[in-house]
C-alpha cells in the first residue's frame, strides 16, 4: 500500500523550522495573506465515531442516553449509519476534492468488555484506513473522542487511578492495527471540554449532568459512574487529572509501537481577547489550557479546535456586539477566531498546529460558506506570520449526532436524511472543496 502522507517528527520539526524562518515583516507589509498554501497542506473534514456510525450499544454514552432522567435531547440510535456507509462517506470526501480525513476509532467497540478486544473490529477500523489510502486520503485518526466504553465508565472513567493504564492498553492494540499506515494519532479528543463548559453550560444543565449520572450509577449498581464529557462540576479536576495521565500513557504506547507517528491531541480553545484593564483573560487561559499546553510541548503537534471568541473584561465574558453572527444557539459565531486561537496555541507550545476543528452549527449555509473562506484567510495570514500549520479539518462531514444537543445543531457539509441516510453536499462543502482543489484562498 502506498502512503499517501508519511509525517514524521522530523519532517514536522521541519515545517515549524521553515515556518519560524518566514518573515514576520510579511504581515507588516502586505494586509492580504499570500493565497497559495505551502504544498502537502491537509485539507480534510472531520468526523468522530459516536456521533455518526450508530448503535453503539456498548458505550457510556449509549447507556445514559437511554436513563431516566437524562441531559441528552434524544439517544443517538442509528447515528447516520457510519458504520455501515464509511465507504460512502469517504467518496463524499475524495469528491469534495479534499485530501485528508479525521475520524475515530471507537473504544467501546474494540474492548465492549474489559480485557476483551475484538478483532474484528480492529480490522473494520483498518479497512477504513485502507479505504482512505484507495481514494488517495491521509487517515488522522482519534483514539478516544469522548466516548468510552460503559465499563470503563462504571468504574469512575478517568477518575480511576487504572484509567491511563487501561486506555494505553487499547491505544497499544489500535496502534498495532492500524498504525503503520495513519499519517496522525491524535490520543484524547478535548479533554479540557469540561472545563470550557464550567463557564457556559448553565447550572440547571449541571444539576441535570449530575441527576442523570446518578440514575446510570443507580441502575449499574456501582460505587461511581463518570464519563469525560459528563460530569458534575466538583468531579471536573478529578476527571481531567487521569486525562493527563491518560495521555501521556498512551503517546508512550503509541510511540513504542510507531516511533515516527506523529502524536498528539485536541484542545478546545475560544480566541480569547482582552479587553480593558485587568482583563481576565490571562487568567481564564491559565484555567482552561495551561495544564494542557505545557503537555503539548512534549508532542509532535496539537490540535485546536474553534467554534467561537470570547471576549473578557475585569469582571467577565462581555456579550457580543449588535449585529454579530450568530449560530444555532444565539453564541457569536466570528471567522477570524480561528486564527487567534492558533495564534495563541503555537505561541504558547511552539509545536506545530493541526486545525482538527473549526466550523459552524447552523440552519443557514450560506452562512458557512462565508465563514469558511474568511477563517481561512486569516489563518492563512498567521501561517504567513510565521505559524506552522499543518491542515485544516472542517468539523463536520457530516450532519450528526451533536451530543445532548441530539440532532438539532446541523454542522455538516452534508445534510443526512436520517430516515433513508442519503448524504447531500451543501453548497458550502464546493466553496471549501474549491479551495482545497486550488490549495490556495
Ligand atoms: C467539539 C467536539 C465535536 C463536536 C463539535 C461541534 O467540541 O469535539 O465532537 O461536538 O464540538
Redesign the pocket.
Known amino acids: 500500500m502506498t502512503k499517501i502522507l508519511n509525517l514524521d517528527r522530523r519532517s514536522l520539526l521541519a515545517v515549524g523550522a521553515l515556518a519560524a524562518a518566514a518573515p514576520v515583516m510579511a504581515h507588516a507589509a502586505s494586509k492580504r495573506p499570500a493565497p497559495a498554501f505551502p504544498k502537502g497542506f491537509l485539507w480534510g473534514a472531520a468526523t468522530?465515531p459516536h456521533?455518526i456510525e450508530g448503535n453503539n450499544v456498548s458505550s457510556d454514552l449509549w447507556f445514559v442516553e437511554n436513563q431516566k432522567p437524562t441531559v441528552f435531547a434524544e439517544p443517538s440510535g442509528d447515528a447516520v449509519n457510519s458504520l455501515e456507509l464509511w465507504a460512502t462517506d469517504l467518496d463524499i470526501v475524495k469528491s469534495l476534492g479534499l485530501t485528508s480525513y479525521r475520524f475515530g476509532v471507537e473504544w467501546a467497540r474494540i474492548e465492549p468488555e474489559k480485557g476483551l478486544f475484538s478483532q474484528a473490529m480492529l480490522d473494520h477500523y483498518k479497512r477504513i484506513v485502507e479505504g482512505c489510502h484507495a481514494r488517495g486520503l491521509a487517515p488522522l485518526v482519534t483514539f478516544n473522542?469522548f466516548t468510552a466504553p460503559l465499563w470503563f465508565s462504571a468504574q469512575g472513567g478517568w477518575t480511576n487511578p487504572e484509567s491511563a493504564q487501561l486506555f494505553a492498553r487499547y491505544c497499544d492494540k489500535v496502534a498495532r492495527a492500524i498504525g503503520a499506515d495513519i499519517a496522525m494519532a491524535m490520543t484524547l479528543?478535548?479533554p479540557n471540554?469540561l472545563l470550557i463548559l464550567k463557564n457556559i453550560l448553565p447550572p440547571p444543565v449541571w444539576d441535570m449532568q449530575r441527576q442523570t449520572l446518578a440514575a446510570a450509577t443507580k441502575r449499574l449498581g456501582v460505587e461511581r459512574f463518570l464519563c469525560a464529557n459528563v460530569a458534575g462540576r466538583e468531579d471536573v479536576d478529578a476527571i481531567v487529572a487521569g486525562q493527563m495521565a491518560g495521555h501521556k500513557a498512551a503517546r508512550a504506547a503509541i510511540k513504542a509501537v510507531r516511533g515516527d507517528l506523529p502524536v498528539g491531541f485536541t484542545l478546545?480553545v475560544l480566541d480569547d481577547q482582552a479587553a480593558g484593564k485587568n482583563s481576565l483573560r490571562d487568567k481564564v487561559r491559565a484555567e482552561l489550557y495551561g495544564g494542557w499546553l505545557e503537555i503539548a510541548k512534549g508532542d509532535d503537534f496539537i490540535g485546536v479546535?474553534n467554534?467561537e471568541r470570547a471576549v473578557w473584561n475585569d469582571k467577565g465574558r462581555l456579550p457580543a456586539p449588535d449585529g454579530a453572527d450568530r449560530n444555532w444557539s444565539g453564541t457569536e459565531v466570528w471567522a477570524p477566531s480561528l486564527a487567534g486561537a492558533v495564534r495563541y496555541v503555537h505561541a504558547a507550545t511552539k509545536v506545530p498546529v493541526l486545525v482538527s476543528?473549526h466550523g459552524v452549527?447552523t440552519e443557514d449555509d450560506t452562512l458557512r460558506a462565508r465563514f469558511i473562506p474568511a477563517a481561512l484567510e486569516a489563518l492563512k495570514q498567521a501561517m504567513d506570520d510565521g505559524v506552522p500549520v499543518l491542515g485544516y479539518m472542517h468539523?463536520s462531514l457530516l450532519d450528526n449526532y451533536?451530543?445532548i444537543f441530539g440532532y438539532k445543531p446541523r454542522?455538516g457539509l452534508c445534510s443526512v436524511d436520517r430516515t433513508t441516510f442519503v448524504r447531500t453536499p451543501k453548497p458550502s462543502a464546493s466553496v471549501l472543496g474549491g479551495i482545497a482543489k486550488r490549495n490556495s484562498l
Do not use: D, L, V
Open positions: 468522530a456521533q473522542h479528543n478535548e471540554i478546545s479546535q467554534y476543528e452549527g468539523w451533536e451530543w454542522f
